[in-house]
């Protein structure tokens, strides 16, 4: 292994797990796989370094071969890795498992990357004072419109505070919305969903506004300094409105979708909530067709700017994953 190759364990290998080893196998990275450690795929750890390849094809055919410990600190001993990628499934109560594997990884001066949204809504303030402790990147693009780089973009803002954010974050729930618009059903949509692996593995997070509401307090924690849990969030979701009224809408050019709004109110206090809206073509989140979402950011001093996905999926979410690591790369050379 190449010494200036940063060490890459993967935890979770699901469709976006997936495509990031596909991305690792495709592109000349500077990155070298010691590992990949699933639940009921098994796990392989090659302290030496394991082509990407070769892992993709273990996990696309008969699964991994459960060779090594299976408790993390044994991992992370035997494979020796410099960076943690995190890509289970969300746990938007506790943030657990994920929020734990964070914080033992950051303890042992790990870097970590996560698409995985609900320990960074429900942990963030506690993981970034970790990261900066040890001089550590804490990495999380692609929890976000499948890695926009919405978080680079507002860090380069400056001291300039937002006043309010509105997005359409949820991809599954456009295409359920627009369905339905189209004359087609709840079903096909969430099918077309579910074919190109981007709904959740329970599809009520999805629908019922619970991926939009944890992605709404990640936000308001992290470009509002709020303390929101994902319960806080006040929520509807694509039931409560009915297909006649999205298909009526759609005579008339509105466009239904599941719309995120965070704002800091007079009081101070930041407020959030998920709800389905029909937005009209003016509006700035009406633009995006399919699953393809948007994020309109307001700031204080009265500037306002709008941030469209020209693509969306799974290979882009893999493509912030990498990018998170290379900026880890470079924070350790």
Wanted: include cysteine; glycine fraction near 10%; aromatic fraction near 4%.
């Amino acid at each position: 292994m190449p010494s200036d190759q940063m060490r890459v364990l993967l935890l979770g290998a699901g469709s976006l797990g997936r495509a990031f080893l596909r991305s690792l196998r495709d592109q000349e990275a500077p990155f070298s796989l010691v590992g990949v450690v699933t639940t009921h795929h098994g796990r392989i750890l090659v302290p030496e370094g394991l082509p990407a390849g070769e892992a993709l094809s273990h996990l696309e055919t008969d699964g991994l071969p459960n060779l090594g410990p299976t408790e993390l600190p044994e991992i992370l001993e035997q494979t020796r890795p410099d960076a943690l990628v995190e890509c289970i499934p969300q746990n938007i109560r506790s943030g657990d498992p994920a929020l734990a594997y964070l914080r033992l990884a950051l303890d042992r001066g790990l870097h970590v990357v996560t698409a995985n949204k609900a320990p960074v809504a429900l942990g963030y303030k506690d993981l970034a004072e970790r990261a900066r402790g040890k001089g550590l990147h804490f990495g999380f693009e692609a929890t976000i419109l499948d890695g926009l780089p919405v978080f680079r973009w507002v860090r380069s803002l400056g001291d300039r505070r937002i006043a309010s954010v509105r997005g359409v974050l949820n991809q599954t729930s456009s295409l359920v919305l627009e369905a339905v618009a189209l004359g087609g059903s709840r079903a096909r949509g969430l099918a077309r969903a579910q074919a190109r692996g981007i709904a959740e593995a329970d599809s009520v997070l999805d629908l019922d506004g619970w991926d939009s509401a944890a992605k709404a307090a990640l936000l308001a924690n992290v470009w509002f300094d709020a303390s929101l849990r994902v319960v806080d969030v006040v929520r509807a979701g694509c039931e409560d409105v009915k297909d006649a009224v999205i298909r009526e809408a759609a005579a008339e050019g509105v466009q239904y979708r599941l719309v995120t709004t965070i704002e800091r109110g007079s009081d101070g206090k930041v407020r959030a909530s998920v709800d389905p809206q029909g937005l009209k073509p003016e509006d700035p989140l009406y633009a995006p067709r399919g699953s393809q979402g948007t994020i309109h950011v307001t700031l204080e001093d009265g500037l306002a700017f709008t941030l469209r996905q020209s693509s969306s999926g799974l290979d882009d979410a893999a493509h912030a994953l990498l990018m998170d690591l290379e900026a880890a790369r470079a924070l350790a050379r």
